[in-house]
């Protein structure tokens, strides 16, 4: 089973993915939407085509999907992965992927969704927060959740140490329920 990772930033979940054991499928495929984005390099060096491309040169969101759309299907893409992707995924890919695009996000969904989701936790003093592994639809981190977990936020945190205990989570959570989720789609 091939599967698309869409990234658009350092990847260290795109690396974790691929790094992972006991794997339901293969990353066939990096689509990246920014250009000298760290995770091109990790997917180069780990051997993984990538499909580059920027939203800019393109008249509408509608052209632009169907242009990633056609190189997932060159690459018999099952499933599709978000991981630090920055861009609302609209009609043409989710109408094609239906039920089969998941995103992680670093937070306790439906609290602090959209960007700078750890920044949002810390500034607003709670004690937990953490990461979740939804399902993917037209909303801005609103779909399904699959799974959860917590994380603590503690008295000596600073964004810094928060950021870095909650990507250590994502790293093994992601992997994880990317082979639950394709292991009982089968
Ligand atoms: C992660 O924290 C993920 O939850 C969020 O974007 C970040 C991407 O980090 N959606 P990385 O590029 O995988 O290092």
Redesign the pocket.
Known sequence: IKAAVF??????????IMKAENVACEIALLVCDKPGA??IEKAERLGVQTFVLNPKNYPSKAEYESEVLRAVRKHEVEWIF????MRLIGPTLLEAYEGKIL????SLLPAFPGKD??GQAFQAGVKVTG?TVHFVDEGMDTGPVIAQEQVPILPEDTEETL?NR??QV?HVLYPRVINQVVADSR
């Open positions: 990234a658009s930033g350092t990847g260290s979940n795109f690396e974790a760290k995770v978000l991981a630090g992707y995103n992680i996000h670093p989701a750890i990461v950021k909650i990507q994502e």
